[in-house]
Nanobody, 124 residues
């Protein structure tokens, strides 16, 4: 069983930055890719970013490309999401997820385990 715990969310002004962390339990972390998703009130959960098991491959949604950076530290069983130039439309609960493969994509079904989420609020 894998547990994922997100942290680092909070309230920030537009244009500011935040770094989210996701700590994973279990020994399978380095075997699988990881992803970040977000869900705003009244909207469906949407893909934000993903990273392969070694960290050598990343991809992003168009809405965050160039502003967010996903990374991982397999020695610490942790994946990060560095968010810069934040906008009010980035306000959402952010979830990390463990992929079912070494390089998962942007679909929900490609992920097997999910964290509880951390709230990010960007004020204008």
């Amino acid at each position: 069983q894998v547990q994922l715990v997100e942290s680092g969310g909070g309230l920030v002004q537009a244009g500011g930055s935040l770094r989210l962390s996701c700590a994973a339990s279990g020994r399978t972390f380095s075997t699988y890719g990881m992803g970040w998703f977000r869900q705003a009130p009244g909207k469906e959960r949407e893909f934000v970013a993903a990273i392969s098991r070694s960290g050598g491959r990343t991809h992003y949604s168009d809405s965050v490309n160039g502003r967010f950076t996903i990374s991982r530290d397999n020695a610490k069983n942790t994946v990060y999401l560095q968010m810069s130039s934040l906008k009010p439309e980035d306000t959402a609960v952010y979830y990390c997820a463990l992929g079912r493969s070494w390089a998962p994509g942007s679909e929900l079904y490609e992920y097997a385990y999910w964290g509880q989420g951390t709230q990010v609020t960007v004020s204008s």
